[in-house]
């Protein structure tokens, strides 16, 4: 993921609300969210080609996705796959804050990530270029190519259109709205992450539109506090039209803490 919106804690309805967008090269081959033939508590997305994903569920109870930390000065083309740390949450039957405490102690070995993870009683998050992991408090956050709510203009625009659907009843339609937004920040607020403006200038909307590479879905995971789960993912052609969109029901269990 390239951008993660979400609301914990903060909507009578929904324990978790979380409005994501996959920004990828469309070559690199990948299947939409299904439950997984080998893994079948697993409800996610998954990259064929390390067969790790992005954001899931584990039906045992937990919630875990990821962005990549953006600074091409430091990438390792030989690290290991990030996705693959998200497939591990969703398999492991370790409690989430000791799976994270020990993650510390090999985390250098992976290109620069952003980890939120749930157990349904807690949420987390965690980057391997940020310290400690960190327990987040009720509230709207957003999370890019850097740290957890670093002050990008789509993570701050994301965040506002957030908060005002929160105060009220809303149709998760609204919140794949909320994720197609295609326009660029103005140059004066955008971030330099070493990659040059014209670049900059393409990954600062929500919504990427390729050629080559952009916002390959978008997924909206909407969770009560009994477990109660929507997962929808909107999946997108090269070109920026619609593929499809696929929903899911299905209840959560309680994951070791």
């Given at each position: ?86 497939s591990e949450l969703l398999d ?112 600062s909307a929500a919504r990427i ?49």
């Open positions: 993921m390239c951008l993660i919106l979400f609301a914990w804690q903060a909507h009578p309805e929904y324990s978790l609300v979380i409005a994501a967008n996959r920004d990828e090269y469309f070559h690199r081959p990948a299947a939409p969210a299904h439950f997984w033939p080998d893994r079948p508590h697993i409800l996610a997305g998954r990259d064929l080609e390390q067969n790790g994903t992005w954001l899931g569920v584990d039906t045992r109870g937990r919630i875990a996705a990821l962005t990549n930390f953006r600074n091409p000065a430091e990438r390792n083309a030989a690290a290991p796959s990030r996705g693959l740390l998200v492991t039957s370790q409690p989430t804050e000791s799976y994270l405490d020990g993650l510390a102690a090999s985390d250098l070995q992976y290109n620069g990530f952003n980890l939120l993870v749930s157990d349904r009683r807690t949420l987390w998050h965690y980057s391997n270029r940020g310290g400690a992991a960190e327990a987040i408090a009720p509230g709207v956050h957003g999370l890019s190519n850097h740290l957890l709510n670093t002050t990008w203009p789509k993570v701050e625009t994301g965040k506002a259109r957030l908060r005002q659907l929160m105060r009220r009843e809303f149709d998760p339609t609204e919140i794949l709205g909320l994720l197609d937004d295609t326009s660029i920040a103005a140059d004066d607020v955008m971030p330099d992450t070493g990659i040059g403006l014209e670049r900059e200038r393409k990954l539109v390729g050629p080559g590479y952009g916002t390959r879905c978008s997924t909206v995971l909407l969770v009560r506090p009994n477990g109660e789960t929507e997962f929808i993912e909107r999946t997108f052609l090269e070109d920026g039209g619609i593929a499809e969109t696929a929903s899911f029901r299905l209840r959560l269990g309680d994951s070791p803490a």
